[in-house]
């Protein structure tokens, strides 16, 4: 089992910055694919990042690409998402996901399914006003 607890939302202005961290519980955080989604009013979850068990493998959804890096610290069990020249369009709650597979196939084929992905956080809101 796994527990994950986002933070670092807030309301930004357009073109600014947030970091987002996501931190689990457990021992074995360092086997686990760790994922971020967003979820706007009225929408489907959309992918936006993802990284490999090691930190070496990252992907990132069209939307995000340029703008958002994921990283991981396995040592403090916590996954980050650092966002920068945010958007309106960026507003949602952004939700970090855990998948316990350290395959390079898995990641590169069923990243961007929600359902393919074990355990989600609470959310936490971003809010970009322009």
């Known amino acids: 089992q796994v527990q994950l607890v986002e933070s670092g939302g807030g309301l930004v202005q357009a073109g600014g910055s947030l970091r987002l961290s996501c931190a689990a519980s457990?021992?074995?955080?360092?086997?686990?694919?760790m994922g971020w989604f967003r979820q706007a009013p009225g929408k489907e979850r959309e992918f936006v990042a993802v990284i490999s068990w090691s930190g070496d493998r990252t992907y990132y959804g069209d939307s995000v690409k340029g703008r958002f890096t994921i990283s991981r610290d396995n040592a403090k069990s916590t996954v980050y998402l650092q966002m920068h020249s945010l958007k309106p369009e960026d507003t949602a709650v952004y939700y970090c996901?855990?998948?316990?597979?350290?395959?390079?196939?898995?990641?590169?084929?069923?990243?961007?399914?929600?359902?393919?992905?074990?355990?989600w956080g609470q959310g936490t809101q971003v809010t970009v006003s322009s």
């Open positions: 457990g021992r074995t955080f360092s086997s686990y694919t």
């Open positions: 996901a855990a998948k316990g597979s350290t395959s390079t196939i898995w990641i590169a084929v069923m990243r961007a399914d929600p359902l393919k992905y074990d355990y």
